[in-house]
């Protein structure tokens, strides 16, 4: 006789983990963890750092389910508070090297040709590079979609600090990007 594994929903494990249900956390947990670790990445230095960002994530998106009402989508709420765990992490362990440059800092653009040109591993690859305040404003401002007073409250800087560590990002990003066409460019000759 065959016996078909009922899968349980989302929304079914989520019910059983305000129930505070271990092995619908685990299931949880497994259904979220790499989507989760990719957004750790973004603000570790390594990925053993990035695992202990997860993890204490997940504490919290346990700790905090019954906080979810449903409005939304639960991956995204999820986000939000794998976001917050990184960046509090990142405070505790490591001192933000802030650079001091004029709040009406020169900001340069990444040429869109170019950056279309790279593959995404690539260009996660150079974010990841950045130094660690680069990275961390970088990653919050232009892919998680934070404003610089968020950015500011969150880190523990201010405004103009943010804008000045994602100004030096994006050129930093764009010599690198340069850097990388050009060997591109001699190795297709």
């Not at 900001?107 to 040709?113: A, D, L, M, R």
């Not at 996660?124 to 998680?144: K, W």
């Not at 610089?148 to 990002?169: N, V």
């Amino acid at each position: 006789m065959m016996f078909l594994k009922h899968k349980l929903s989302t929304e079914d494990l989520i019910v059983k983990c305000k129930a505070a249900d271990r092995k619908a956390q685990e299931l949880l947990y497994k259904q979220f963890a790499s989507k989760m670790l990719a957004v750790c990445l973004r603000y570790a230095v390594d990925k053993m750092e990035a695992e202990d960002m997860l993890q204490n994530g997940f504490v919290r998106v346990f700790q905090k389910i019954n906080d979810f009402r449903g409005e939304g989508s639960f991956e995204g709420w999820m986000r939000r508070i794998m976001v917050h765990s990184a960046i509090e992490y990142y405070r505790k362990h490591h001192k933000m090297q802030m650079v001091d440059m004029e709040e009406s800092g020169y900001e340069q653009s990444v040429n869109p040709v170019a950056a279309a040109k790279l593959e995404a591993n690539d260009l996660m690859a150079l974010i990841q590079g950045l130094p660690d305040g680069y990275r961390m404003v970088f990653n919050l401002y232009a892919i998680e979609g934070y404003s610089h007073k968020e950015i500011a409250e969150m880190a523990g800087i201010t405004e103009g600090a943010s804008k000045s560590q994602l100004s030096r990002a994006r050129t930093l990003l764009k010599q690198k990007i340069e850097q990388l066409e050009a060997k591109q460019y001699e190795y297709a000759r």
